[in-house]
């Protein structure tokens, strides 16, 4: 059983940055064997896949975040991030990370029925 907590969100203008993170519990597998991703869900809107990390740290991004977000892991902390840029109004949501055991080989399709276990999420909102 593993166990997410989001934290970071915020409120911020256009333009701004954020950094999400997300604490991983296990207590029974090492977080360097969890494949990990950032959603998002905006009101009224569909879940979104926002960017991927493989056990490896290959990464794979939505389009429309490509060159502004940068998502890593840091496995001595059990922690993954999502480093936030050049934020526009579009990118206001509740981000949630996610995470699946083992490897997802197709992992940049970027879907959420890869993803088995999911944190609260933490709120985003970025203003014009």
């Known amino acids: 059983q593993v166990q997410l907590v989001e934290s970071g969100g915020g409120s911020v203008q256009a333009g701004g940055s954020l950094r999400l993170s997300c604490a991983v519990s296990?207590?029974?597998?090492?977080?360097?064997?969890?494949?990990m991703g950032w959603f998002r869900q905006g009101p009224g809107k569909e879940r979104e896949g926002v960017a991927a990390?493989?056990?490896?740290?290959?990464?794979t991004y939505v389009d429309s975040v490509k060159g502004r977000f940068t998502i890593s892991r840091d496995n001595a902390k059990n922690t993954l991030y999502l480093q936030m840029n050049s934020l526009k109004p579009e990118d206001t949501a509740m981000y949630y990370c996610?995470?699946?055991?083992?490897?997802?080989?197709?992992?940049?399709?970027?879907?959420?029925?890869?993803?088995?276990?999911w944190g609260q999420g933490t709120q985003v909102t970025v203003s014009s």
């Open positions: 296990s207590y029974t597998y090492s977080y360097s064997e969890y494949s």
């Open positions: 990390i493989t056990v490896t740290g290959a990464s």
């Open positions: 996610a995470t699946k055991w083992g490897d997802i080989p197709d992992y940049r399709r970027l879907s959420a029925d890869q993803y088995v276990k």
